[in-house]
């Protein structure tokens, strides 16, 4: 797994955070998927960036959480998280900042496996994945897991 890390703002966490986050994700999946994460990017970027990002790529005219970029020939693809907008995020839920940003990356890299939340049932299976897999990083208890899945309305 070669992940490149860009910190572009500052707060972001460190590149040896984003890879343990990463193979904690890649630890949780079927071998085939996990042979599909390799030579991808994580970047932090501010809300002006993600903004720009946002608009170009899904026509939405706002910063927003975390994008996801699919890779081409091979590569599994970049995963941009904005700093500022998870650190908001994390106190509106009242959760650590690297709570939220690892939800946030784990929910990127799932999105570049194919994963996807706009139909119900699809949004359990990611939702309780994601939730697993911080889980194993953060060590919360199932009905933590539980809550945080049940708190989410697709």
Not at 6 to 27: C, D, M, N, Y
Not at 38 to 54: E, L, P, S
Not at 62 to 73: E, H, K, N, Q, Y
């Amino acid at each position: 797994m070669q992940f490149m890390v860009h910190r572009k703002v500052r707060g972001a966490p460190s590149e040896r955070w984003v890879q343990f986050v990463l193979k904690a994700i890649a630890r949780r999946l079927p071998k085939k998927q996990r042979a599909r994460m390799k030579n991808g990017a994580v970047i932090f970027v501010g809300d002006a960036r993600m903004r720009t990002f946002n608009r170009m790529h899904r026509g939405s005219d706002r910063p927003t959480d975390v994008l996801a970029f699919s890779g081409t020939d091979g590569e599994f693809g970049d995963i941009v998280i904005a700093v500022p907008y998870v650190r908001r995020q994390a106190r509106r839920f009242k959760v650590p900042f690297k709570e939220e940003c690892a939800r946030m990356l784990i929910h990127g890299a799932l999105h570049l496996l194919g994963y996807n939340h706009h139909v119900a049932r699809d949004a359990r299976r990611m939702f309780e994945l994601q939730e697993t897999v911080l889980n194993d990083i953060l060590g919360l208890s199932p009905n933590a897991i539980s809550t945080a899945i049940a708190a989410f309305r697709p």
